[in-house]
């Protein structure tokens, strides 16, 4: 095989290369939801970040409170709001779920303290009208504790102090709570400065224990001398001392309420401390009673009615009280077949103001000597009528000369006090004699007596009249005078006999056996009849020798 040369041009073929293309376009949207992302990661960092704190509160209904709707606002600024509303597994609570604002996690300590804020009528006082428009809120009372809390039981009701309020708690112990409440006011000068927070009972049952808030600046004036005592309604005293009414206000009549008082010379002194206790007394005059430091235990035996004697009656020396009634028995001596009535007192020797000197050593008398001495001069108790409206009865003690020796014996627990029969019942047994020897009088015979000497004296009265008429005819002139005499001292005679008649008449109603009180008038009758013989006796004697009135009596010869 031959070639032959040729002329052949040589052709450069192109190079190929491969140009990639931008898809510049694509990219972009691609930043749309990385940017999105990111958008979305920060306000999820920053809510996580910025999200309060989930708390649960319990509360016994829930009334007025709705998931989503119902607020938590502290001072009225709100810091969360309601999520969830469920029912606790024993089905007796409400569990309510919160959310709470960041800054408001300082409030979440120990004694915080939650409650529904609704329209409510306590007392005198009308609270939460906002709500009627607005809707039922949580309210927030902030705590003092370090300790962090997120569960918490509710209130059913709003505290009555908040504890930014100025002003100091007080302590009150007291026999019972008589119509206080929570919110029940304290008065002070009549004037209201506080209320009554919460009470509860003593742990023995034996009284009551209160919680009290004097608000700021009133609560200065509570010094550790005050005096507490129930102001509550009207204070009705009906006793030995008569009829007395005392009240504090309106207020207190209806709601019950405390009123204190400061001695005038404490006004210097430091005020108390807060959570002072002090006792709250039933009354104001209680309660303004000077505190006796030494008490003494006696027995009083009476064997008269009580009736009218009641316990916390006084006990009265000449006007100063010297201790009270604390009990009233009644015994049987089964020997005697009669009854005793022991009454028990408290008596406080320190109000004798016995503070006699020995002489010698310079030491106070013993009370026990004290009232040996009194009782061997006569020192005795007696009960006494202390109202005569209110028929109240009270023991007085007061000297008896004329009482019956007697000792007190030491030895028995309490000791026996001597007593002495009352003025009331000594005046009875006095009537009760008279009535006795009244009725041993012979009434129907004295009357009797009385009607024959009447008559008697009537028929001496009328021959009388008969003579001296017959000798006012008779005798001289010269005589007249005296018979006219004679004539007026007998019409003064039959006006006197007239008066007697009358006067017996009366007696002789009087005279019988349910009269209260009668006279022995045998005496005076058998004088009259006497007079009226004597009467008698001149008529006789004139008659037979009328010339006596001028010449006189002629002697008898014998």
């Known amino acids: 095989m031959s070639t032959t040369p040729q002329h052949t041009e040589t052709v450069e073929i192109p190079k190929a290369y491969v140009e990639r293309r931008r898809y510049r376009s694509s990219q972009l949207i691609w930043l749309i939801p990385i940017i999105a992302a990111i958008i979305g990661i920060s306000l999820a960092v920053k809510s996580y970040l910025e999200r309060g704190p989930v708390i649960t509160i319990t509360f016994k209904n829930g009334e007025g409170i709705e998931a989503g709707k119902t607020k938590i606002k502290y001072k009225d600024v709100q810091i969360g709001e309601v999520k969830s509303i469920t029912i606790s597994k024993d089905r007796t609570l409400v569990v309510v779920t919160a959310e709470l604002n960041k800054d408001a996690e300082e409030l979440l300590v120990e004694d915080t303290r939650f409650w529904v804020v609704r329209a409510r009528i306590s007392g005198g006082s009308i609270t939460g009208l906002g709500t009627v428009m607005g809707g039922s809120y949580i309210g927030v009372d902030a705590g003092v504790s370090k300790e962090e809390r997120h569960e918490f039981a509710g209130l059913e009701s709003p505290p009555v102090i908040r504890r930014d309020d100025p002003g100091r708690q007080f302590v009150l112990h007291a026999a019972d709570i008589g119509s206080l409440n929570i919110s029940s006011p304290i008065f002070y000068r009549h004037m209201q400065v506080g209320e009554v927070i919460a009470f509860e009972l003593d742990k023995d049952g034996k009284g009551v224990t209160l919680r009290a808030f004097i608000r700021s600046p009133y609560d200065q004036y509570v010094k550790a001398n005050s005096l507490f005592w129930h102001a509550s309604g009207i204070d009705f005293t009906l006793d030995a001392n008569g009829v007395r009414v005392n009240t504090e206000s309106m207020v207190s009549i209806l709601l019950g309420g405390i009123a204190f008082q400061t001695e005038d010379d404490s006004a210097k002194a430091k005020p108390a401390e807060p959570n002072s206790v002090f006792t709250l007394f039933a009354n104001r005059n209680e309660a303004q009673m000077r505190p006796d430091t030494l008490v003494e235990n006696y027995i009083l035996v009476f064997r008269e009615s009580l009736r009218g004697l009641p316990v916390g009656a006084p006990v009265d020396l000449r006007g100063v009280t010297v201790g009270e009634v604390t009990r009233i028995n009644i015994e049987l001596d089964p020997r005697k077949k009669s009854f005793s009535m022991p009454v028990e007192i408290k008596f406080y020797p320190e109000r004798l103001k016995a503070r006699y000197r020995n002489a010698q050593k310079g030491k106070l008398m013993d009370s026990r000597k004290l009232l040996d001495s009194l009782v061997e001069n006569g020192?005795?108790?007696?009960?006494?009528?202390?109202?005569?409206?209110?028929?109240?009865?009270?023991?007085?003690?007061?000297?008896?000369?004329?009482a019956p020796r007697a000792k007190i014996d030491w030895r028995k627990n309490p000791p026996?006090?001597?007593?002495?029969?009352?003025?009331?019942?000594?005046?009875?047994?006095?009537?009760?004699?008279?009535?006795?020897?009244?009725e041993k009088l012979p009434l129907e015979e004295l009357s009797g007596d009385a009607r024959k000497t009447m008559q008697t004296l009537d028929a001496t009265l009328k021959s009388t009249d008969r003579l001296l008429k017959g000798i006012d005819d008779t005798i001289l002139p010269e005589a007249r005078g005296m018979v006219e005499d004679?004539?007026?001292?007998?019409?003064e005679v039959r006006t006197t006999m007239d008066d007697a008649r009358k006067t017996l008449g009366s007696a002789n109603q009087t005279l019988s056996a349910d009269a209260p009180l009668q006279l022995d008038m045998r005496d005076a009758l058998r004088e009259m009849g006497r007079a009226a013989q004597s009467l008698r006796t001149l008529g006789d004697y004139l008659e037979r020798h009328p010339e006596s009135l001028i010449s006189g009596k002629k002697e008898e010869k014998r």
């Open 379 to 402: 020192f005795r108790a007696q009960v006494h009528s202390g109202n005569l409206l209110t028929g109240q009865l009270y023991v007085a003690l007061d000297f008896f000369p004329r």
């Open 416 to 438: 026996e006090f001597p007593t002495i029969t009352g003025s009331m019942v000594q005046f009875q047994t006095a009537l009760m004699n008279i009535l006795q020897k009244i």
């Open 486 to 491: 004679v004539r007026k001292t007998l019409d």
